[in-house]
């Protein structure tokens, strides 16, 4: 795990989700590899496209930006949704933008500043 660059950890954009994300960096930092956070990057996957607005996404952000962690939103994708084989293709074109986001996140927070 230490020597990785850069760490992603993915939740529901449910309070369930955030608890989760929030448990697992905390049992990072209490094992002694707390410098770790700094690299990691929580995804709020969206699962269904009716799903009510359970979860604070900005106020999740933010909780996760105080203790050095990022947070990206993956919001529903019918292909995503429908599928366990990938076509990229498939995607809708906010999905593949929100994975370039996610990727540009990892990659930032690898090489640190």
């Known amino acids: 795990m230490d020597a990785s660059r850069s760490r992603r950890t993915h939740g529901t954009p449910a309070p369930d989700g955030a608890r989760v994300a929030g448990r ?3 049992l990072v930092a209490a094992s002694g590899l ?3 956070i700094a690299r990691t990057v929580v995804v709020f996957t ?18 996760l930006a105080d203790v050095g ?13 429908s599928t366990s084989t990938l076509d990229p ?8 933008a929100t994975a370039v986001r996610i ?11």
């Open 34 to 36: 707390g410098h770790l």
């Open 24 to 26: 697992a960096l905390d």
């Open 69 to 81: 962690a990022g947070a990206v939103r993956l919001r529903y994708d019918r292909h995503l949704a």
């Open 103 to 113: 990727a540009a996140e990892a990659l930032g927070r690898a090489v640190g500043p």
């Open 46 to 63: 969206v699962r269904t496209p009716h799903t009510r607005k359970a979860l604070d996404f900005d106020g999740a952000a933010a909780i």
């Open 89 to 96: 293709g498939r995607l809708a074109h906010a999905t593949r």
